[in-house]
């Protein structure tokens, strides 16, 4: 069957001829990055960061020798061995961090190679996670040039030798370490900034912190540790937990502590006294009491009708307290007195199961109208666990009354609270109102001009 005259004719479609270094036009189009030298290429890559600048050797042959040539590398992070080792040794190159993160058990032989490795290049911080509680090389606390130290589900020889006398960073966690391992890093590191000590074993009977550099500390004991004693006079932050089988904490003062988190779990057995510590930190600026610290606090403070310190400089304040216990609802009280400059006060609710003892807003209002914190410096209130109790209703609409400079109101409560929580808040109407779900609680956020 012939093809109809008036049918288009279809031409064979022409392949362009790629132009080369010869034509004309196309000599302009060289890549002249490729052609550069190998110093001047290192001039250009050691201004970017060391993952963009390992990309760029991906791109063709010409760069694929230039990890070799790095004189310096920020970041290395191994997760599966045999650990190939991508530095030169001759000139070493200076390597600033090594993350190591197998996806398998290991021995300590394999992987005190490659750390004795990364010492060598002057590793400056050391991140090792494990994935089962393996043990790690003798010599892991040996590495003089370390700063940052990050040790994660792994467990420490008791015969470590440890010189590492530049450390500024600690972290421990779930770590199987002895005291006198303990003792010892602390006493060799003599500018240790930073220490985190979460969930350790191997702390027979107790564990016992004594620096005078360490400034900013979190530590949250395994469950057989009966005995903590904290002694860090150097404090700026502190974060410290407790367990139920806790049987005695000694936390000792700390005069330029800034930022205190205290979570104190409920123990018919602990012996706990918080008021010199609380006595010594009048530069405190941020205060949390969690668990039973208002409980215990309430008890130290009972004979005295108002505290001994000012915290001139306190503006975060956030307590757990039950408002079916006077002595609580008092130091509350106390606390709100001894802070002029209070900002933002969070006050949570604690779920207690004994029966609540109804106590009466009128015995406490005239002394709450006096707190000066209230009205000339609280711009944020937030509310946890809100209850239609006549106490928590009567409070919250003080507060919204008396608060003048209030900026920014929460209130989280369950679903069943919803209508004596609008109630309240109906006293004073907000132009901006969120409302959301939180912790199976909702959770409504107003917001004032």
């Not at 290049?121 to 700063?147: K, Q, Y």
């Not at 940052?148 to 792994?154: E, H, Y």
Request: glycine share 4%; aromatic share 6%; proline share 6%.
């Amino acid at each position: 069957m012939g093809r109809s005259p008036t049918a288009p004719a279809y031409s064979k479609r022409k392949r362009r001829r790629r132009r080369t270094a010869g034509d004309g036009e196309g000599a302009a189009l060289l890549d002249c990055f490729s052609n550069l030298p190998d110093d001047v290429l290192l001039a250009i890559t050691s201004r970017l960061p060391t993952r963009q600048a390992v990309s760029l050797s991906a791109l063709a042959r010409r760069f694929r020798h230039l990890p070799t040539l790095f004189p310096r590398v920020e970041s290395v992070s191994i997760s599966d061995p045999p650990f190939p080792i991508p530095m030169r040794n001759t000139p070493p190159v200076i390597l600033r961090r090594l993350d190591v993160t197998p996806t398998r058990r290991l021995v300590p032989a394999a992987l005190r190679r490659f750390i004795e490795a990364a010492a060598d290049n002057g590793v400056s911080e050391l991140a090792v996670r494990l994935r089962r509680r393996a043990c790690l090389p003798r010599d892991i606390f040996s590495i003089s040039s370390l700063t940052v130290l990050s040790l994660d589900t792994c467990a420490v020889p008791r015969a470590s030798a440890v010189a590492c006398p530049r450390l500024l960073t600690l972290k421990l966690y779930s770590l199987f370490i002895s005291q006198e391992t303990i003792t010892a890093l602390l006493s060799v590191a003599t500018g240790l900034e930073r220490l985190e000590i979460v969930f350790c074993t191997g702390l027979v009977g107790g564990c016992t912190v004594e620096s005078s550099t360490v400034r900013s500390f979190l530590f949250r004991p395994a469950l057989e540790q009966r005995d903590v004693t904290l002694r860090t006079a150097g404090l700026r932050t502190i974060t410290l937990y407790t367990r139920p089988r806790t049987q005695r904490v000694r936390l000792a003062p700390a005069p330029e502590v800034r930022k205190a988190y205290l979570h104190v779990s409920n123990s018919s057995i602990l012996t706990f006294r918080m008021r010199p510590f609380l006595d010594a930190g009048t530069s405190l600026a941020s205060l949390t009491l969690r668990g039973v610290a208002m409980t215990l606090l309430s008890a130290e403070y009972k004979d005295t009708l108002k505290l001994p310190i000012t915290f001139q400089d306190l503006t975060i304040l956030s307590v757990r307290l039950d408002f079916s216990c006077e002595s609580e609802v008092l130091f509350l009280l106390k606390l709100l007195e001894s802070c002029p400059s209070l900002q933002q006060l969070t006050v949570s609710d604690a779920e207690k199961h004994k029966e609540e003892t109804s106590l009466s807003f009128a015995d406490h209002k005239e002394r709450l109208a006096k707190v000066s914190c209230l009205a000339d410096s609280l711009v944020q209130f937030n509310f946890v666990g809100f209850k239609a109790g006549d106490y928590q209703k009567e409070l919250l609409v003080f507060l919204l009354n008396r608060a003048t400079k209030l900026k920014k109101v929460g209130v989280r409560f369950p679903n069943s609270e919803d209508d004596a929580v609008r109630w309240a808040l109906s006293v004073r109407k907000a132009p901006i109102e969120r409302k959301s779900t939180k912790f199976n609680l909702c959770h409504l956020e107003l917001e004032y001009p």
